[in-house]
């Protein structure tokens, strides 16, 4: 059974730093792709950062500069920090692994940036 288990969410005031961790079990993340997903109170789902096996990023054009998607393989876990935080970054993050035909999620973690 695959599971991702997210943590290092919290209350962070502007400008503050967090970082975010996504430990995988059942499942080895070194070939895949991961990814940080968030979701705002009223809004959709968004990808925030995306790192292929071969250690492509994507990033949301909001986020650039102020966030960095990491992996360790050897560690099976995906790493999201970030700095520079804004209120408009407050939301539930999620850990995705994108697996062999079916996606994987974690269980989310809330990131509140008070101004």
């Known amino acids: 059974q695959v599971q991702l288990v997210e943590s290092g969410g919290g209350l962070v005031q502007a400008g503050g730093s967090l970082t975010l961790s996504c430990v995988a079990s059942?499942?080895?993340?070194?070939?895949?792709?991961v990814g940080w997903y968030r979701q705002a109170p009223g809004k959709q789902r968004e990808l925030v950062a995306e790192?292929?096996?071969?250690?492509?990023?994507y990033y949301l054009e909001s986020v650039k500069g102020r966030f960095t998607i990491s992996r360790d393989n050897d560690k099976n876990t995906v790493y999201l920090q970030m700095a520079n935080l804004k209120p408009e970054d407050t939301a539930v993050y999620y850990c995705?692994?994108?697996?062999?035909?079916?996606?994987?999620w974690g269980q989310g973690t809330q990131v509140t940036v008070s101004s």
């Open positions: 059942g499942i080895v993340i070194r070939p895949l792709i």
């Open positions: 790192a292929t096996s071969g250690r492509r990023t």
């Open positions: 995705k692994v994108v697996g062999w035909g079916t996606d994987h």
